[in-house]
């Protein structure tokens, strides 16, 4: 096993036989890892260890902006090691956790206490910083402080900030100091109480439905003070096609407005929410079929800029409850790039799989400013790559994986794209779709 926290210089691994695919380009190259960083990168190429890439694609490793680690006060749930490995499985090298947590991630104490059990994770954990103390919506969180810590990204995500003149001023205030802000889109007076998406499903079947103006007016709104303040602006799992046309036009305006999908919003409908199963409850809900056309074509014409899991676990019981009492959320690290692979690149906008890659690992990175991420392929570089076979076939079952949930949407969905190896850091954390630890 390679350390990589303290590295190991004396041994050099080689990924032979793979189609190398970075942000630079595509070419056939073996690639020598020795400690945490590549070291060569070319034909012919002899280690110490060697670990099969033939008929594979070598990319950066993949990095989520949007995962639900639920540590600390969700343990049963998920937690920082099960999430960690669930994300190396799937290609993930790093994962920007989520606040919504008990206590929320809202002040520096937190953010070392998720930290530090990132330590010896299997994977890069960061974490984003609540924007309002407890997420509450009232009072600016300390900022500066978590900034100070390493936190490039600040949320109340699972709830949108409600009052227009508290996002102003953490706008401006983000912007002193640097970081981005993301934003939950969501109106509350037109969600509240709703469990699925407004529109012919919710009508058959009963159930409240939250219409698309409830994301579409936030955006909106989010929009304009990026305008107003200059701030970076990040909007997170959009669903609807309104949303991507604001989007589209704010980017076309030169604002500096960024968004992301999840893999549920460009391959469910609402429809999936016909046998009343709180599987498919989340949050933004699963929306229509032109809904979902719409935010894969802005995945295409990088209007989106980043897929991201929303990997969200929950408890069996919980989601067992009746629809409209279930908590909202999926599991995602482990399915969403052959999801996107299956939906993107063999379907839909048909979509090259280096662009795909884009938005699942160097893109997602330079949003985050994970600087050691989505790296090209390069003497120098750090070592975090992922090995993938494009020609895998698989079938997705309701085990969960390695999260301690099983709320898997996708049972009986059959994929392409499978991860063979991971490394972290220099350390080979996933070798033939096994966790090495």
């Known amino acids: 096993m390679i350390d990589r926290r303290g590295g190991d210089e004396t041994v050099d691994v080689v990924l032979?036989?793979?189609t190398v695919v970075d942000?630079?380009?595509?070419?056939?190259?073996?690639?020598?890892?020795?400690?945490?960083?590549v070291v060569a990168v070319g034909p012919d190429l002899s280690g110490d260890v060697v670990v099969d890439a033939g008929g594979c694609v070598v990319a950066p490793g993949l990095v989520d902006l949007h995962t639900h680690l639920r540590q600390p006060g969700k343990e049963e749930a998920e937690t920082v090691e099960s999430g960690s490995r669930a994300a190396a499985l799937g290609g993930y090298t790093a994962v920007l956790a989520m606040p919504n947590t008990t206590p929320a991630i809202d002040c520096a104490a937190v953010v070392r206490e998720v930290l530090?059990?990132?330590?010896?994770?299997?994977?890069?954990?960061?974490?984003?910083?609540?924007?309002t103390v407890d997420r509450a919506g009232e009072r600016l969180a300390p900022m500066a402080e978590m900034a100070g810590l390493g936190v490039r990204l600040f949320t109340d995500d699972g709830t949108g900030v409600q009052d227009d003149r508290l996002m102003r001023r953490a706008m401006e205030y983000g912007?002193?100091?640097?970081?981005?802000?993301?934003?939950h889109c969501e109106v509350t007076s037109l969600s509240e109480g709703t469990c699925m998406h407004e529109g012919e499903w919710s009508?058959?079947?009963?159930l409240p439905g939250q219409p698309a103006e409830a994301e579409e007016l936030m955006v909106m709104r989010d929009i304009a003070l990026a305008r107003l303040t200059g701030a970076r602006v990040h909007l997170l799992h959009l669903s609807t096609a309104g949303s991507v046309a604001m989007v589209a036009a704010a980017r076309a305006g030169g604002l500096s407005v960024t968004a992301e999908a999840a893999p549920h919003?460009?391959?469910?409908?609402?429809?999936?929410?016909?046998?009343?199963?709180?599987?498919?409850?989340v949050h933004p809900p699963l929306r229509s079929?032109?809904?979902?056309?719409?935010?894969?074509?802005?995945?295409?014409?990088?209007?989106?800029?980043?897929?991201?899991?929303?990997?969200?676990?929950?408890?069996?019981?919980e989601k067992e409850r009746p629809f409209d009492e279930a908590p909202p959320?999926?599991?995602?690290?482990?399915?969403?790039?052959?999801?996107?692979?299956?939906?993107?690149?063999?379907s839909g906008p048909r979509m090259p799989l280096s662009q795909v890659l884009a938005r699942l690992s160097w893109q997602p990175a330079a949003i985050a400013g994970m600087e050691r991420h989505g790296r090209p392929i390069a003497p120098g570089a750090p070592a975090n790559l992922c090995v993938i076979d494009p020609e895998a076939r698989w079938t997705i079952d309701a085990t969960g994986g390695a999260s301690r949930s099983r709320n898997v949407p996708y049972v009986g969905r059959t994929v392409r794209g499978l991860v063979r190896h991971t490394i972290c850091e220099g350390e080979p954390v996933v070798l033939d779709g096994e966790a090495q630890r």
């Open 175 to 183: 912007r002193g100091l640097g970081v981005t802000l993301a934003q």
């Open 16 to 18: 032979r036989g793979g």
């Open 329 to 346: 959320g999926m599991l995602g690290l482990e399915y969403a790039l052959a999801l996107a692979i299956t939906q993107l690149v063999d």
């Open 203 to 206: 009508s058959r079947l009963g």
């Open 265 to 281: 919003h460009f391959t469910l409908t609402d429809a999936c929410c016909a046998g009343y199963d709180a599987t498919f409850k």
């Open 289 to 317: 079929d032109a809904d979902v056309a719409a935010v894969a074509q802005g995945l295409a014409d990088d209007t989106i800029s980043a897929i991201a899991t929303d990997h969200a676990p929950h408890a069996p019981e």
């Open 116 to 131: 530090e059990l990132g330590r010896d994770a299997l994977c890069d954990v960061h974490t984003s910083g609540a924007i």
């Open 23 to 37: 942000a630079t380009g595509e070419r056939r190259a073996d690639v020598v890892v020795r400690g945490r960083h």
